[in-house]
């Protein structure tokens, strides 16, 4: 009898935590616009694997890549977030300029040199500035991850001034800055997201691209016919692990602290691994047969000087305490 009463008290406690579980067990959405063939893809990947090892189950992040949530129209994730469509995202600063333009800091020509520049931007005074331009457009960031440094590509010539621009067709993304950057330097910018990107260079709708070694090399972009590759360290864009802030406000705090963590660690390794993988990825574009572009100093310096007059007019949109303290963090030896 004593028996029988201990085994279905132990029933009714495993039926009790098992609905408890399911009480509180939840699923997010997480945007992203590269797959896990990317490290960008990766980034999100990690994340999600890490809250779920270490809520034990309990919190489920689903990446969503190729920006399918919203479409393929990357520059609307931010968006979609901020409304509650999408929960979580890793994003581009790129793509999310439009909404929040002091992202647009990151996408100024030649602001950053190297990979110690754009840390000391994120990890510094800058980063902070911009953690709050994020916060105040009703988004809750956790940590940076990035794409890296873009590079230009194309299937015309070897690129090695601004006057070999002069006429070429490149794909930008669809935030009004890069028009100003490829207007300036003499090229021919259109704006299209990336889903559309491979097909117009396929076809040949467009001569050229600009985006990171990592997705270069991941997309195949010189089976499109695109054979030079200009490496010019022109800018970088880094990628923000975020929350949707009703759901952020949902959360308890244990949960929060969970999330944030995961992403600062996820983020802290996918940098790691991107930037590991560069000299590989570059002799493996070398052997695929493309011409590589490494400008000297001096050709470095006139891209820059073509490109001044995008900082003039972006600067003002940016606000002086970010690019204030963005000069500063950058100007450190
Ligand atoms: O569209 C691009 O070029 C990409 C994939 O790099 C971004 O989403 C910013």
Not at 129 to 150: D, K, M, S, T
Not at 259 to 276: H, N, P, T
Not at 300 to 327: C, N, Q, Y
Request: glycine share 6%.
């Amino acid at each position: 009898m004593k028996l029988k009463r201990l085994f279905s008290a132990l029933a009714a406690g495993a039926a009790l935590t098992a609905l408890c579980a399911t009480a509180q067990a939840r699923e997010y959405s997480v945007s992203t616009v590269l797959s896990d063939a990317f490290p960008w893809g990766q980034a999100a990947q990690k994340w999600a694997d890490l809250v779920n090892e270490r809520s034990e189950g309990r919190i489920t992040l689903r990446v969503y890549p190729n920006a399918q949530l919203v479409a393929g129209d990357q520059t609307k994730e931010f968006s979609a977030m901020r409304s509650g469509l999408i929960d979580m995202a890793v994003g581009s600063t790129i793509n999310w300029s439009p909404q929040v333009p002091e992202l647009n800091l990151f996408s100024l020509p030649f602001l950053m040199k190297n990979d110690a520049d754009l840390d000391a931007i994120t990890q510094g005074e800058a980063g902070k500035l911009a953690f709050a331009a994020i916060e105040q457009r009703g988004i809750v960031p956790l940590a940076w991850g990035e794409n890296g440094f873009r590079q230009l590509s194309n299937s015309a010539k070897p690129v090695r001034s601004p006057a070999d621009l002069a006429g070429l067709k490149i794909r930008v993304v669809g935030s009004p800055l890069f028009q100003d950057t490829f207007t300036a330097l003499g090229a021919n910018p259109t704006q299209m997201s990336w889903a559309d990107a491979k097909p117009a260079l396929t076809t040949g709708a467009v001569d050229g691209q600009e985006n990171p070694l990592s997705v270069f090399d991941v997309a195949r972009v010189d089976q499109v016919g695109q054979k030079y590759l200009t490496l010019w360290d022109y800018m970088a864009d880094p990628l923000v692990f975020a929350v949707n802030q009703r759901v952020w406000k949902s959360l308890p705090e244990e949960d929060r602290e969970l999330l944030s963590q995961a992403a600062i660690d996820a983020g802290k390794w996918e940098i790691e691994l991107s930037r590991g993988a560069q000299a590989q990825r570059l002799a493996d574009v070398r052997e695929r047969g493309v011409e590589v572009i490494e400008l000297s100093d001096a050709e470095r310096a006139a891209f820059v000087e073509a490109t001044a007059s995008v900082h003039e007019k972006w600067a003002p949109r940016i606000g002086d305490a970010l690019m204030g303290a963005a000069r500063k963090a950058v100007a450190q030896p």
